[in-house]
């Protein structure tokens, strides 16, 4: 049951009068510009015969018209798909607002707990009083989340049932890069059957890792770091004030370690271990543990027997080794589902242990019984092994702990080690959007809104330049199909959105890898504080460090 009326916190009432910015093309009156026709970042054949009805279309920038052209009202409908993110009210607001604009008799329907909702017709409608009630708010629960999986033909039948009946005729997916690609195959089954209904995707994951040249961010990201960021400041602090802990925090970002290293950039720890270097290095679990335990060791020559490591969630996916295992058993766990099953829990994994290839095998039976669980339970309905699940911070730390303990008698270590575990990730993804975020995510809704009445479909909304002042940010679309490349997923090639890993070649990861040997040693802790909602500029309207050594500011 979802509530419209809720008891407000100081900062909420304040917070609710505050007047998310617009890039300055679309505070009147807006033309959609097509620039040049495009194609998919690779696989153009493929991805082409897949999407022949959106495949191809033109980037588009919105711009300021000096006609106000007439627009019926609209019927729109709208989803929030996958984790959470800060600022996925605001986008619906923009996207409110931008509708209401167009004609005030425009409608916004809400589908309840995701993609699910639209198939099974659950919904509500979105006026503006409850629109109101969730201004610059954190989290999705106005109509909530979910991550069913829209991808087969009688779901897009079954959801345009109720979009038919409610005069829907466009449908704006919020989500990440899974969802924005189920997003594109709805829009070509709907203009392929000619069902009437346009589909806009909005670019939502603290992860980060829904990004390219076109789109500069995911929602979400600048927020969550900033949170975790004052998390692990206000740690990095208690630790130099005890100086007898190790701290080894995890941090979420189900792939791309984009959120360690933003975090890093902001923080300054004594380690960070990014997924893609170590991938692209080769690196094994014990080398990625011998180079935590050697930062120990030469911090305690100098008496300083404390420190901070972060560890990003998706860190094992990356090990090759451990890649390597988990391929073999997802092809394993499709393969022999039943059977699987039918084996009780205690013997699942010596069952595993006998069937898998001699090297994956030898790795899984020497992984500590937790993580050797996770690995073997069920995925997520897009197939992704649940890392959050995953204690990798304690597992590293465990293993660091051992092999200390051999230095020790091996006469290399003398320090002490004691540590202490955190895993920082649902906190972060409903907290209230900074204003980079709250301005950001209603840009993106509003622009949707602008897509919406020039008539497209199968675009992303995108918000570019937003380094700058929001009156200069540059708001359009982008094909959805310009993003996509083949790539094999559950055993089958498929169309997906390209996801966007840490450049090992880029300035965040360079500015890192250029500083980290001193932070390691040093210590050279920031403590960025809370995020700040109210106060100069460069303290609340400040972009992710990510995001300004991008764009080289
Ligand atoms: P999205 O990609 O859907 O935005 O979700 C990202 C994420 O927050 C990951 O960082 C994390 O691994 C995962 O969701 C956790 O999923 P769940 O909320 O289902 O536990």
């Known amino acids: 049951m979802i509530r419209t009326e809720m008891t407000k916190s100081a900062l909420q009432t304040a917070r609710a009068a505050y007047q998310p910015k617009l890039p300055a093309a679309l505070t009147g009156a807006v033309k959609a510009v097509e620039?040049?026709?495009?194609?998919?970042?690779?696989?153009?054949?493929?991805?082409?015969?897949?999407?022949?009805?959106?495949?191809?279309?033109?980037?588009?920038?919105?711009?300021?018209?000096?006609?106000?052209?007439?627009?019926?009202?609209?019927?729109?409908?709208?989803?929030?798909?996958?984790?959470?993110?800060?600022?996925?009210?605001?986008?619906?607001?923009?996207?409110?607002?931008?509708?209401?604009?167009?004609?005030?008799?425009?409608r916004l329907y809400g589908f309840i707990l995701g993609p699910g909702g639209l198939v099974a017709h659950q919904y509500r409608e979105l006026t503006a009083e409850v629109i109101d009630?969730?201004?610059?708010?954190?989290?999705?629960?106005?109509?909530?989340?979910?991550r069913t999986k829209l991808e087969k033909p009688e779901q897009f039948d079954k959801g345009l049932e109720i979009l038919k009946q409610l005069h829907v005729t466009a449908l704006v997916i919020i989500g990440g890069d899974d969802s924005n690609t189920n997003a594109c195959v709805l829009a070509e089954y709907y203009k392929?059957?000619?069902?009437?209904?346009?589909?806009?995707?909005?670019?939502?994951?603290?992860?980060?890792?829904?990004?390219?040249?076109?789109?500069?961010?995911?929602?979400?990201?600048?927020?969550?770091?900033?949170?975790?960021?004052?998390?692990?400041?206000?740690?990095?602090?208690?630790?130099?004030?005890?100086?007898?802990?190790w701290h080894f925090i995890k941090l979420m970002g189900r792939s791309a370690s984009h959120i360690a290293l933003e975090c890093a950039l902001q923080t300054q720890p004594n380690v960070c271990i990014i997924s893609?270097?170590?991938?692209?290095?080769?690196?094994?679990?014990?080398?990625?543990?011998?180079?935590?335990?050697?930062?120990?060791?030469?911090?305690?020559?100098?008496?300083?027997?404390?420190?901070?490591?972060?560890?990003p969630e998706g860190l094992i996916e990356f090990?090759?080794?451990?890649k390597r295992l988990?391929?073999?058993?997802?092809?394993?766990?499709?393969?022999?589902?039943?059977?699987?099953?039918?084996?009780?829990?205690?013997?699942?994994?010596?069952?595993?242990?006998?069937?898998?290839?001699?090297?994956?095998?030898?790795?899984?039976?020497?992984?500590?019984?937790?993580?050797?669980?996770?690995?073997?339970?069920?995925?997520?309905p897009h197939g992704n092994v649940q890392v959050s699940l995953i204690e990798t911070e304690k597992l590293i730390s465990e293993m660091v702990g051992k092999k200390l303990a051999k230095w020790k008698?091996?006469?290399?270590?003398?320090?002490?080690?004691?540590?202490?575990?955190?895993?920082?990730?649902?906190?972060?993804?409903?907290?209230?959007?900074?204003?980079?975020?709250?301005?950001?995510?209603?840009?993106l809704g509003y622009t949707a809104s602008c897509l919406i009445a020039a008539g497209k479909t199968g675009y992303m909304a995108s918000v570019a330049h937003t380094t700058a002042p929001a009156e200069q940010w540059i708001a359009g679309g982008i094909p959805i199909t310009m993003m996509m490349n083949m790539e094999l997923r559950d055993g089958e090639m498929k169309p997906v959105i390209q996801k966007a890993l840490v450049d090992l070649n880029g300035a965040p990861f360079k500015a890192f890898a250029a500083q980290r040997d001193a932070w390691a040693l040093e210590t050279s802790y920031l403590y960025p504080g809370p995020i700040q909602y109210f106060g100069p500029s460069q303290v609340c309207d400040m972009p992710t460090r990510t995001l300004q050594l991008e764009q080289g500011v």
């Open 276 to 311: 893609e270097e170590v991938e692209a290095r080769n690196l094994s679990l014990d080398e990625v543990v011998t180079q935590i335990a050697t930062v120990v060791n030469q911090r305690a020559l100098g008496g300083d027997n404390f420190g901070t490591v972060l560890i």
């Open 35 to 106: 620039g040049a026709y495009t194609q998919s970042v690779a696989d153009q054949q493929e991805i082409r015969a897949r999407f022949p009805h959106t495949y191809g279309t033109p980037v588009i920038t919105l711009e300021k018209s000096n006609e106000k052209k007439s627009t019926p009202p609209l019927h729109v409908g709208v989803i929030l798909s996958g984790g959470q993110a800060p600022g996925g009210h605001n986008v619906i607001a923009g996207l409110f607002d931008g509708i209401k604009a167009l004609h005030p008799d425009s």
């Open 192 to 245: 392929q059957i000619n069902a009437g209904v346009q589909v806009i995707g909005c670019p939502k994951t603290i992860d980060g890792d829904l990004k390219n040249e076109q789109i500069e961010t995911s929602f979400g990201f600048d927020t969550a770091c900033k949170v975790y960021s004052e998390v692990i400041g206000n740690i990095e602090r208690d630790c130099n004030s005890a100086r007898k802990y």
């Open 409 to 443: 008698e091996e006469k290399i270590f003398q320090g002490k080690f004691a540590a202490q575990h955190h895993f920082f990730g649902y906190e972060g993804r409903c907290a209230a959007p900074s204003n980079y975020d709250a301005d950001y995510c209603y840009s």
């Open 133 to 146: 009630e969730y201004r610059n708010t954190g989290g999705f629960d106005i109509i909530g989340s979910g």
């Open 326 to 380: 988990i391929a073999e058993l997802n092809d394993f766990l499709v393969k022999h589902d039943a059977e699987f099953k039918m084996i009780r829990k205690s013997e699942q994994r010596a069952y595993v242990i006998s069937k898998l290839t001699k090297d994956n095998s030898d790795l899984f039976a020497s992984l500590p019984e937790s993580v050797a669980r996770q690995l073997t339970l069920d995925r997520d």
């Open 319 to 322: 090990i090759p080794a451990m």
